[in-house]
Nanobody, 124 residues
């Protein structure tokens, strides 16, 4: 599966952005999908994840209530809607696909395929 992330950009604090991740090759059939981010000088961290059936979603504490993950399986696309953005949300955002078990769904090791990343910059 080849993943293509898009939608990043520069926004002022309090603003919103919607990231998209589409399959340029292959499909998302059966995969759980996740979003991770990496800020300059920091390790990659989990942001949000959604199961194939869309019945389960997971969020990092730092984004819960502000971000919403969703997916359109027919379009092989996963979205990350980000509201009330803060400067500390500035990072390169990566989408990922895989078959993580419950204990690994919030870890990078739970995912097999990764997109190239899209930069989100939030100014104060």
């Amino acid at each position: 599966v080849q993943l293509q992330a898009s939608g990043g950009g520069m926004v002022q604090a309090g603003g919103s952005l919607r990231l998209s991740c589409a399959a340029s090759e292959g499909t998302f059939n059966g995969y759980s999908m996740g979003w991770f981010r990496q800020a300059p000088g920091k390790e990659r961290e989990f942001v949000a994840a959604i199961g194939w059936s869309m019945r389960t979603t997971y969020y990092a504490d730092s984004v819960r209530g502000r971000f919403a993950i969703s997916r359109d399986n027919a379009e092989n696309t996963v979205y990350l809607q980000m509201f009330s953005l803060k400067p500390e949300d500035t990072a390169v955002y990566y989408c990922a696909a895989g078959f993580p078990i419950t204990s690994t769904i919030t870890t990078a090791t739970g995912y097999r395929y990764w997109g190239q990343g899209t930069l989100v910059t939030v100014s104060s």
